[in-house]
């Protein structure tokens, strides 16, 4: 199974229309649960168009500092 890629809010109806397929198949590609097809059209179209985020984990410190109870 291929890396998840993390998509910002909205974006999935709009690859949907730019790779002529159903919302369900753009998940499902962004998700790696399908990795044949065009799977990875979709996923290079994410990256492409800016629609694919990186989300850098928090160190334990900021972790703290931001939620400390």
Do not use: F
């Amino acid at each position: 199974m291929q890396k998840e890629l993390t998509l910002r809010r909205g974006t999935v109806a709009k690859l949907a229309k730019l790779c002529d397929c159903t919302e369900q198949t753009v998940r499902n590609a962004i998700r790696g649960v399908t990795i044949e097809g065009d799977s990875e059209r979709i996923r290079q179209t994410a990256v492409k168009y800016g629609y694919a985020v990186k989300q850098i984990p928090l160190t334990i410190e900021e972790y703290e500092r931001r939620y400390r109870l």
